[in-house]
């Protein structure tokens, strides 16, 4: 299994209150990558990182910060929760794509958050 | 608007039986595809990809086909087994992008 750690595994937090999940990988992956996962919404991207400091915004960005400090670790911060964003999450690694090269994402086992 | 489409929220096949998962894309610069398949409460395992210089990859009893010109791919599983009932996702990214943008998903269901 590819080194990749969230935590936390479970959270429950209230509306209004700030979140920051981790995501933590041991193999040295350029790409990391938060999505999240609803019913019938299917894995929505929501940030992702090709760099120590350089990120980017993915489809479902608003309501969601991030920061790549590191190589290995990339947060997702939920500056103030709603219930809206009661969702399991997913982080993600993978080398860059290209053309011809057979190349993966691997995942996390997801952080399961209910903001009430 | 989506730019990775699985029309077929669920999919009951036989087991033994062929299963064929379809995936159609929008977005033309899209270059390589993978598909994933996922477990209730784990994360998404990777099972097969394709890169847009190729129509064909095969993987066991997975196989994957593109269609450029139609922008479809597909996933074919020969045989099923009551151990593929997944929830599997199309995806797509562009070139040396970072992006990676999944589809819905389709679940399966393998019957014995």
């Known amino acids: 299994d590819a080194g990749i750690t969230q935590s936390p595994r479970h959270k429950v937090t209230e509306t209004g209150t700030p979140v920051t999940l981790r995501c933590h990988q041991t193999?040295?992956?350029?790409?990391m990558y938060w999505y999240r996962q609803d019913p019938g919404h299917g894995l929505r991207l929501i940030h992702y990182?090709?760099?120590?400091?350089d990120t980017d915004k993915g489809e479902v960005s608003d309501g969601y910060s991030v920061s790549r400090s590191k190589t290995e670790d990339f947060l997702l911060t939920l500056e103030s929760a709603t219930s809206s964003q009661t969702s399991v999450y997913f982080c993600?690694?993978?080398?860059?794509w290209g053309r011809g090269l057979n190349t993966e994402a691997f995942f996390g086992q997801g952080t399961r958050l209910t903001v009430v | 608007d989506q730019q990775v489409k699985q029309n077929s929220p669920s999919l009951s096949v036989q087991e033994g039986r062929i299963s064929i998962l379809n995936c159609d894309y929008t977005?033309?610069?899209?270059?390589?595809f993978l598909w994933y398949k996922k477990y209730p409460a784990e994360g998404p395992t990777f099972l097969i990809s394709?890169?847009?210089?190729?129509d064909k990859n095969e993987d066991g009893r997975f196989t994957v086909f593109l269609n450029k010109s139609a922008k479809h791919l597909s996933l074919h599983i020969v045989p099923s087994q009551p151990g593929d009932s997944a929830v599997y996702f199309c995806?797509?990214?562009?070139?040396?992008?970072?992006?990676?943008?999944f589809g819905k998903g389709t679940k399966l269901s393998v019957k014995p």
């Open positions: 993600a690694i993978s080398e860059p």
């Open positions: 977005n033309s610069m899209f270059d390589y």
């Open positions: 394709i890169s847009s210089i190729k």
């Open positions: 995806a797509a990214s562009e070139g040396s992008q970072g992006n990676l943008i």
């Open positions: 193999e040295n992956h350029r790409y």
């Open positions: 990182s090709y760099g120590v400091k």
